[in-house]
């Protein structure tokens, strides 16, 4: 399995998320490593939504 970061990089920091997700490799359904999700939550604290950001995307 891969040895990925567990933590998202959110203003210059690594923190922690709610939710982690499994990599599967689609060939052998094997679990090939972790990531974080990201949600509401990361997405309020960082500084870049912007413009780029849908509307109501995140309250």
Do not use: F
């Not at 923190?15 to 990361?42: F, Q, R, S, W």
């Amino acid at each position: 399995m891969l040895n990925l970061n567990q933590q998202m990089y959110i203003n210059g920091q690594w923190k922690d998320t709610a939710e982690l997700h499994d990599v599967i490799n689609p060939a052998t359904g094997e679990i090939i490593g972790t990531i974080p999700m990201g949600g509401a939550a990361e997405a309020r604290g960082s500084r870049g939504c912007g413009a780029w950001c849908p509307q109501g995307m995140v309250s």
